[in-house]
């Protein structure tokens, strides 16, 4: 006997009055399209960012008679206003739509109108095959977007952080390398202060302490041993030149100031919203996963059990389980590019981690290099193994025990 929600499903298609909806996602407006049983557009429209428009526009859709909607991403103020109505939301991947338009015509052409209509079309003929979207809980929600604004402020830190290293690798070589990272608060500081050789020169064998004390140095080398590293290193770009280029340092410093004191702020409201989070204990007790990994495991992840059948079906999504295409004789495994990125951005890097804290992790990694893998290849097997652990800990409700958790440690050796 089929469940009921099967039998909804069954009968649905069968109603000739049921109509589905798509959503062609853009920046400022949202081409919609809704078709009937027979999938002729009988109701087109724009979605447009106003204010307690949205909510009214996609009641449109709904008087229309749709009851699902497709659409090519999974949050945002469209997908809320959707779901406040009382629409199922189906996500469509964007690699599905560019293959599904080819359907309706060869030529490649392509339009918001046309993609909506694709959508609805879609979801008509295939929606038993589309899951409708479960939102996650408020606090997931609440925890998502603090979590995503941090890596948006790293990846800046880091895209200004590199053209200053090779800046400075010019202009002031004694500076690379003289303290742990070239965008640490006490490098920064040392930069603002000394942006090149010439105003370096300052310092003399007693100086560089009083500096370093004044500035709240914590780092393991001593005084003697910077100031050492200073004055071993290449001359660097002095005269007006040295003067002119210091600038550009100082340019850098200045950028890179305000994403460190935001990226310290977010650090600080993550540990406070994890702290609340239900999932937290689970997810922190794997290894060498801290708050902010932590964080991003669980909002990458979801709360939602259902979403996830099986440890198969996480690994797919997150791209880490292999692709397997055979035709005839020919068989091969390779890199599964349709994926959900963020969610395997997030267990690649958990995984790529693991093995300094978690010994067989560390083990099946070595062996891995050792056979040739190279760390992302390894990375990817290790997370494959670990979505195990992770699904069934998720599932029980239960914190990662090694003890119990033995035998999903045999993290398998296939291809990734």
Sequence with gaps: MLPHWAISEEADRHDPTVRS????????????????????????????????????RCRRVHRAGARRVAIERPDGPVVEALLSIGLEVVVVSSRSVKALRERYGTSGNKS??????????????????????????????????PGRARKDLVE?????????????????????????????????????????????????????????????????????????RLVEAPAGVDG??????????????????????????????????????????????????????AATLITEIGDRRARFTDAGSLARLAGVAPSTRTSGRHRSVTFRFSSNKKLRDAICDFAGDSWRGNA????????????????????????????????????DRTPYDPARHGAHQRLEPVAA
């Excluded at 853009?26 to 909510?55: K, S």
């Excluded at 990272?181 to 942006?195: G, H, K, T, V």
Aim: charged residues 25%; hydrophobic residues 45%; contains cysteine.
């Design 156 to 228: 800046t830190r880091v895209a200004v952080a590199n053209p200053l290293r090779a800046h400075v690798r010019v202009v002031f070589p004694g500076a690379v390398g003289l303290f742990a990272e070239i965008d640490s608060p006490i490098s920064l500081r040392f930069l603002a202060r000394f942006p090149s050789a010439a105003r370096a020169a300052w310092l003399s064998e007693k100086r560089p302490a009083s500096w370093l004390r004044a500035n709240g140095y914590c780092g393991r080398k001593p005084a003697v041993v910077l100031y050492a």
């Design 21 to 56: 909806g798509g959503v062609d996602w853009a920046i400022d407006a949202h081409a919609v399209c809704v078709v009937d049983a027979e999938g002729r557009a009988v109701d087109e429209l724009d979605l447009g960012h106003t204010a307690g428009g949205l909510v009214e």
């Design 360 to 395: 067989r992790a560390a083990q099946r990694y070595r062996e891995l290099r050792a056979a040739g893998r190279s760390h992302p290849h390894a990375e990817r097997i290790l997370a494959r193994g670990w979505t195990l652990i992770i699904w069934r800990c998720w599932q």
């Design 112 to 145: 918001d109108r046309s993609d909506a209509y694709v959508l609805a079309d879609c979801l008509r003929t295939d929606g038993n095959r589309g899951q409708s979207l479960e939102p996650d809980s408020a606090a997931t929600v609440t925890l998502r977007a």
């Design 240 to 293: 007006e030149e040295g003067d002119a280029r210091g600038s550009i340092d100082l340019g850098h410093v200045a950028v890179l100031t305000a994403p460190r004191g935001e990226i310290d702020e977010l650090n600080a409201r993550l540990e406070e919203l994890l702290d609340a989070h239900p999932d937290a204990v689970i997810i922190r007790s794997l290894p060498r996963s801290a708050s902010v990994r």
